[in-house]
């Protein structure tokens, strides 16, 4: 019945939905305090926290740093920025020593930075780290 206007419950669902849809924007929303940076490395140097938080053989994920750090072996650190290089967000964690984009479901090897799973195709760029005095100093000049 193509003359009919729309109950009110059809109008309803409606508003529901298209609102709904409306949060998977904001999930990726490049105004939040973790979202998108236009540069995915740091521009300066960053302290980290203590090295010896990152376990040998693993990695740790610094999330208000845009930084994930991997630790080959005793002493040694690969630090690799932790913004997808898809859409820009943040990755939220690492399991099975691989870094998770929760925007897409994009997946990096924690010890090369290498995309393993798209949509991502291009590895996360690598960033220098250093330690000094026990602590993990990343970014330009560490």
């Not at 059809?10 to 939040?32: M, P, W, Y």
């Amino acid at each position: 019945m193509s003359g009919q206007t729309p109950d009110r419950r059809t109008v309803l669902k409606g508003a529901a939905l298209a609102g709904a849809a409306g949060l998977g924007v904001a999930a990726c929303s490049t105004e939040s305090k973790l979202g998108h940076a236009k540069n995915p490395t740091p521009t300066a140097p960053v302290e980290l926290g203590a090295a010896s938080e990152v376990p040998v053989g693993g990695a740790k994920l610094y999330r208000e740093q845009r930084l994930m750090v991997h630790c080959p072996a005793q002493g040694q650190y690969k630090a690799f920025s932790a913004q997808c290089t898809h859409a820009g967000c943040v990755l939220d964690k690492i399991e099975d020593n691989e870094g998770n984009c929760p925007c897409h479901g994009s997946r990096f090897d924690v010890t090369t930075g290498k995309s393993l799973k798209g949509p991502a195709t291009a590895p996360l760029p690598a960033v220098p780290v250093k330690v000094v005095g026990g602590k993990l100093i990343a970014g330009p000049d560490a």
